[in-house]
């Protein structure tokens, strides 16, 4: 038992140091996320945010990355994604007026609610591509701005 607890004291300051250690790369590993999502047409229903990692699954409600549900306020919804991983990500945003799950589209594919992307590309003939809407996430916080177009 003596043996064991100078093995335990002996290797403390080794513990202590590595956990130390740890505790400051973390932030490194990821970084907080959030886009400021503005001129909703009303503050009815919710702002849906969906964050995507890759061109294949663009778009795609179901398999977005994370996705998060925000409240309206004076036309402004705050999506908050909380700590990311580093890389190239891609956000879509709509005004679930009515409390929608996903994006319906009227004549010519032109969507029936307020949309929006990161790095807010023209979407006069049609939506952007991944590549248009990508940013990247590296050690620091990231708060992006998307307006929303009717």
Same mark, same amino acid.
């Given at each position: 038992?003596?043996?064991?607890?100078?093995?335990?004291?002996?290797?403390?300051?080794?513990?202590?140091?590595?956990?130390? !250690?740890?505790?400051? /790369?973390? #932030?490194? %590993?990821?970084?907080?996320?959030? /886009?400021?999502?503005?001129?909703?047409?009303?503050?009815?229903?919710?702002? @849906?945010?969906?964050?995507?990692?890759? /061109? *294949?699954? %663009? @778009?795609?409600?179901?398999? *977005? !990355? @994370?996705?998060?549900?925000?409240? !309206?306020?004076? $036309?402004?919804?705050?999506? +908050? =994604?909380?700590?990311?991983? #580093?890389?190239? &990500?891609?956000?879509?945003?709509?005004?679930?007026?009515?409390?929608?799950?996903?994006?319906? &589209?009227?004549?010519? $594919?032109?969507?029936?609610?307020?949309?929006? =992307?990161?790095?807010?590309?023209?979407?006069?003939?049609? #939506?952007? +591509?991944?590549?248009?809407?990508? =940013?990247?996430?590296? *050690?620091?916080?990231?708060?992006?701005?998307?307006?929303?177009? &009717?």
């Amino acid at each position: 038992m003596v043996k064991r607890q100078h093995i335990v004291q002996k290797n403390l300051p080794r513990v202590i140091a590595a956990s130390l !250690l740890l505790s400051l /790369a973390g #932030p490194a %590993w990821a970084a907080s996320l959030s /886009a400021q999502v503005s001129q909703a047409k009303s503050d009815q229903g919710v702002v @849906r945010c969906g964050l995507f990692k890759e /061109a *294949a699954t %663009w @778009r795609i409600e179901e398999q *977005a !990355l @994370r996705t998060v549900e925000a409240s !309206l306020h004076g $036309g402004q919804a705050t999506c +908050d =994604f909380g700590e990311v991983p #580093p890389g190239d &990500y891609a956000i879509a945003a709509f005004h679930a007026e009515q409390g929608e799950t996903k994006v319906s &589209y009227g004549f010519l $594919g032109k969507p029936k609610q307020g949309v929006g =992307f990161s790095n807010n590309p023209s979407i006069t003939f049609g #939506p952007p +591509d991944f590549d248009e809407a990508l =940013f990247k996430i590296q *050690a620091q916080p990231v708060s992006l701005s998307i307006q929303l177009k &009717y």
